[in-house]
């Protein structure tokens, strides 16, 4: 069943009009006529069963036919704080981080941030990859959207954030490669560098926060791939063990 995504879904009224470009989706790919039955989520952990109503290109309408339950979310709150990367690599980062189960993404500045920040700073990269979490929420079944934050410094994250929390080491750092563990834990947060990697008066300055080091494997990850690793193995231990 096609999913589609509306923020705007209020219990208390019977239909919701769809955004442009979801409302294109429905009515010009999709080609799905009055009547289909489709599922609708708002990004916050609700979903609906729908029938189309009004299938225009512009403003299509669903009714709204019952409330489902949508897909169990990962029992522990994860925070993704993830260094910037060149090209289109936090695209991949955000697609795939929302298929892990993530909470929320923090893009980052670090000392070997290689990324101009100009076009994150006008709003248009937080743009896009909100859509890319929505495509990928869409796809894998989620009822929640993750929040993408501001971008941030590593100092600010390193400071701020509670709970389990990760820094991912790559080789030569003398992390632990044992499965991190904090039996209970509600919130984790995991900081993921960039293509450079990290500096020493980073990793210095995490240890002094009180972060734990963690390497995955003895290899070197690529960036792009390195939060998606991580990510799957925290996932498959805290479902395993129910957290």
């Known amino acids: 069943m096609f999913r589609f995504f509306a923020p705007d879904i209020q219990a208390e009224r019977p239909t919701v009009t769809l955004s442009v470009t979801e409302s294109q989706h429905l009515a010009r790919v ?40 949508p897909l169990a979310e990962s029992p522990v ?83 701020s954030a509670t709970g389990l929390r990760l820094l991912l080491a790559e080789p030569g750092l003398h992390a632990p490669a044992a499965r991190p563990s904090q039996p209970g834990a509600e919130a984790a947060a995991l900081v993921v560098g960039p293509e450079g990697g990290w500096a020493p008066e980073e990793i210095e300055l995490a240890d002094a926060h009180g972060w734990t080091r963690w390497s995955i494997v003895p290899w070197t990850l690529r960036a792009e791939s390195a939060a998606a690793v991580a990510l799957s193995v925290l996932q498959h231990e805290w479902n395993m063990r129910g957290a």
């Open 30 to 69: 999709l080609r799905l006529e009055v009547g289909v039955r489709v599922r609708v989520f708002d990004g916050r952990g609700t979903e609906y069963e729908a029938a189309i109503e009004v299938a225009a290109p512009r403003a299509a309408v669903l009714r709204l036919e019952r409330a489902v339950s």
């Open 77 to 159: 709150q994860v925070t993704l704080a993830q260094a910037l990367l060149k090209g289109d690599g936090m695209d991949g980062v955000i697609r795939d981080a929302t298929m892990l189960g993530v909470r929320r993404i923090v893009p980052i500045i670090t000392s070997r941030t290689n990324v101009s920040t100009r076009l994150v700073a006008s709003g248009k990269a937080h743009q896009r990859w909100h859509r890319v979490a929505v495509a990928s929420a869409k796809q894998c079944g989620r009822a929640c959207v993750p929040l993408i934050g501001p971008t941030r410094s590593l100092d600010a994250v390193l400071t």
